[in-house]
């Protein structure tokens, strides 16, 4: 298949260069076009006050796969992706690995899975994937499922308009034991702004909770 994968933990993620890298030595047509640095809890923000600048990123994925880093948000990248950079449209769009879930009310605020949703609304089927820890450094059972899963899409497609959220334990994957369809849920956060003062005496907060 002809994949289009983006994230928004950025180029230099290890959960990116994992599910890349695994997809194309399954013998996938992959191109990568995401962010040049972290750009987490973007949600589905587009760049319109500037341009847009992308650049051809060379030894860090696979030899076969194509790479663009972009100093867009996550939509921006997929954006240009589909209407700039590929020469034809991809047959499905991915985000991920990220690192840490989106669950429940995460997703509104979650730049991997408005990556996938920009797809969606371009009539491409599209699949976010996350890694429900954010200290955990194996992605290689996450991209292992998702090799699987977009075997089966390939020989069953998805039904139009449909984007799957897919979160992974932090597990082996022996130990995965099988997947389960769910709803979104409503996940509330206690919110905190620390309030401090910079050497000027400026007034600013950090965003905690």
């Not at 002809?2 to 194309?24: F, M, P």
């Not at 450094?137 to 991209?143: E, G, H, T």
């Not at 020989?155 to 979104?184: C, D, K, Y």
């Amino acid at each position: 298949m002809k994949l289009l994968i983006s994230n928004d933990d950025g180029i230099s993620a290890l959960g990116i260069r994992t599910l890349a890298n695994t997809l194309a030595a399954a013998g996938h047509e992959v191109t990568v076009v995401c962010p040049d640095r972290e750009r987490s809890a973007t949600g589905h923000g587009l760049t319109l006050l500037q341009p847009i600048r992308a650049e051809i990123v060379e030894s860090v994925f696979h030899p076969d796969i194509k790479a663009w880093a972009c100093d867009g948000t996550p939509s921006d990248c997929v954006k240009l992706a589909l209407w700039a950079l590929l020469d034809s449209p991809p047959d499905l769009v991915l985000s991920g690995i990220n690192q840490g879930a989106n669950l429940g009310t995460e997703i509104l605020y979650s730049g991997t899975v408005s990556a996938a949703m920009e797809g969606v609304i371009e009539g491409i089927p599209s699949v976010a994937f996350s890694l429900t820890s954010h200290t955990h450094k194996d992605f290689q059972p996450a991209a292992k499922f998702a090799e699987v899963l977009v075997a089966k899409i390939a020989a069953q497609p998805l039904p139009e308009s449909m984007l799957l959220n897919v979160n992974v334990p932090p597990i082996s994957w022996e130990e995965i034991a099988g997947v389960t369809l769910t709803r979104q849920c409503v996940r509330r956060y206690v919110d905190v702004f620390n309030k401090r003062t910079d050497p000027r005496g400026k007034t600013y907060y950090w965003l905690t909770g």
